[in-house]
């Protein structure tokens, strides 16, 4: 991302969340010090729209000078930014998730107020845990339904991994959600809490709406209702995914075709697919590399200096290359070729791979 990139998402994050700690900032855009300074540098000093507070958080003020005295967003005269400091709303490619529990209604009649207030609060608790690991953000809490976007604030090349995954987890971590809940409750339980999660990717319009009292950053588009159908349709416990998630996770998950549904609103009915678990590929390019690869042109420099590098290992000079470069332009694709050719000369091939979603925060 360029720095004006970095910057508008800092300043969105802080308009949101109000303070953010520097040591979060580092490790969610994977800044450096002098990265870090440049921004505050903007934001205090020339925007005025931010405080440092002794040194280790950033404070929101949302003025356009500087020499009023810093307050904290949660006071009581804090006044909500202007709206020429909002940003204008943006086009983005989002993967949406919604996430609900079943038989709701049921479990009102059942519970007393307080209790079913717990039984939510455990299982938005439980969500948020994987949300957060995965990057997504929440974007509403809609009673005891949760609407969450992959790709906003920050925008990443497997979004719709991260949602399919993030489901997947939360749906792990109900067993023991189940057995965390008092007795006394469980024991008045229809069933244990079941939840149903429908994923969708799409354009959206993100940016602020509502009134001068109350603004909320929503995306618009048919986008979150599409994925607001699918949940409606899954099995409970169960993930659903649309077509257009489908391709972009393919291979990298096992799933079940459901066939066309029809959905609520949309005219002509979409397939959809049931999330069964993990495969055990390890990226997408490990799933292209199954289906079959185009040969390799224009890269001979480049793996000439490998297959240099290997014959140099091989005569016991120890070597290290560190191919680095921009998403696409043929990393993975350079290192598969010197590993076919590596198998056939009947070496031992050891690899390490790492999450980028693990990275997050």
Not at 250 to 259: A, I, R, V
Request: with cysteine; proline share 4%; hydrophobic share 40%.
């Amino acid at each position: 991302m360029t720095f004006d990139e970095v910057l508008d998402q800092v300043r969105e994050l802080l308009q949101q969340r109000g303070r953010v700690t520097y040591r979060s900032l580092k490790r969610r855009f994977d800044l450096d010090d002098e990265y870090l300074e440049d921004l505050k540098g903007e934001l205090i000093k020339a925007e005025g729209v931010a405080v440092d507070e002794d040194g280790e958080v950033l404070v929101w003020t949302g003025r356009a000078t500087q020499g009023e005295t810093a307050k904290s967003p949660a006071s009581s005269d804090a006044r909500p930014p202007t709206l020429a400091a909002r940003r204008e709303a943006e086009r983005r490619q989002l993967t949406v998730m919604f996430c609900d529990l079943v038989g709701s209604t049921a479990l009102s009649e059942q519970l007393d107020p307080e209790e079913l207030r717990e039984v939510v609060s455990a299982y938005h608790e439980t969500c948020a845990g994987a949300i957060s690991r995965y990057g997504g953000h929440t974007a509403q809490h809609l009673g005891d339904g949760l609407l969450v976007y992959f790709g906003y604030p920050a925008a990443h090349e497997d979004d719709a991994q991260r949602a399919v995954r993030t489901g997947l987890e939360i749906l792990a971590a109900l067993s023991s959600l189940n057995a965390r809940l008092p007795s006394t409750i469980k024991a008045r339980l229809p069933h244990p809490v079941q939840l149903r999660i429908g994923v969708h990717t799409g354009l959206v319009v993100i940016g602020e709406i509502g009134s001068s009292e109350k603004r909320e950053i929503l995306a618009l588009g048919e986008t979150p209702n599409i994925a607001a159908r699918v949940q409606g349709v899954a099995e409970p416990d169960t993930v659903a995914i649309s077509a257009i998630t489908h391709r972009l996770v393919q291979g990298l998950f096992e799933c079940q075709d459901l066939g066309p549904q029809t959905l609520k609103g949309i005219s002509a009915p979409p397939s959809l697919y049931r999330v069964k678990a993990e495969s055990a590929a390890q990226s997408r390019f490990e799933v292209a590399v199954g289906a079959g690869l185009t040969p390799l042109v224009g890269r001979e420099e480049e793996l000439g200096l490998l297959q240099q590098r290997w014959t140099q290992a091989k005569a016991g000079t120890g070597q290290v290359v560190l191919l680095g470069g921009e998403a696409g332009i043929g990393k993975s694709r350079l290192v598969q070729t010197l590993k076919e050719q590596v198998v056939t000369e009947g070496a031992t091939r050891i690899e390490f791979h790492c999450s980028p979603a693990l990275l997050h925060e």
